[in-house]
C-alpha cells in the first residue's frame, strides 16, 4: 500500500508534473503553492457562507484552481502536458463580476474588511488571489512560460472575491465603507482617507 509519506521531500525538494526535481524554495513551487493555499482558503469561505449561489461558484472556482496549479507545475518540455483552462473561464468570471456589480448591495467604495465572517474570509482569499498573480508574474519575468489565461484568470477573480465579500456584508445589513467609517464624503472610489 502506498503512502503520502513518500520521504522524497525530506531533502527540500520537490517533484514537477513530469517527474522533475526542483528545490522547494523554486519560484515555480511559490508560485503553484501560493494557487494550492488559495484553494484552501475559498474552501474555508465557502464552508462558512450560507449564500447558496456564492457556494456553488465558490466550488467550480476551487476546481478550475487545481487546473492553474497544475498548469503552473508543469514545466516547459514536461513529457506529460498539464489539463489546459478553458480560455471562457475568464469570461465566465467576468459575467459574475458584472452580474455581483449590479446587486443593491454591493458597496463601490473601498471597504475595511470584517463586517461579516465570510465575507471577511472572502477578503482572505482575495488577497493570497492578489499574492498567487504577483508570483505568476514574477514566474513569467524570470523567463518561464506561462500561459496568458492564468493571469487573466486570476486578476478577475480576485475582483470576484472582493465582491464576494461586499455582497455578503451588505444583505447583512453590514457597513464597510472605509470613507463612512472616517466620516468622509465624496464619489465612490473617491479617496477614502
Known sequence: MSSIATKRGDH???GLVGGVRVSKSSLRVETYGTVDELISAIGFARSICEDRAIREIAVRIQRELFTVGSMLATPAGSRKGPMPLDPASV????DEVH???ESKEILLDWSVPGGHPAGA???VARTICRRAERSVVRLS???EKVVPVILAYLNRLSD???L???????VEGQQSSLRSLN???GNRWSRAW
Not at 469570461?91 to 467576468?94: A, C, N, P, S, Y
Open 183 to 185: 466620516g468622509k464624503e
Open 121 to 123: 474570509a472572502f477578503d
Open 12 to 14: 527540500g525538494e520537490t
Open 164 to 170: 464576494f465579500g461586499r455582497k455578503l456584508e451588505g
Open 91 to 94: 469570461d465566465v468570471l467576468t
Open 141 to 143: 519575468e524570470s523567463g
Open 160 to 162: 470576484l472575491l472582493w
Open 99 to 101: 452580474s455581483l456589480e
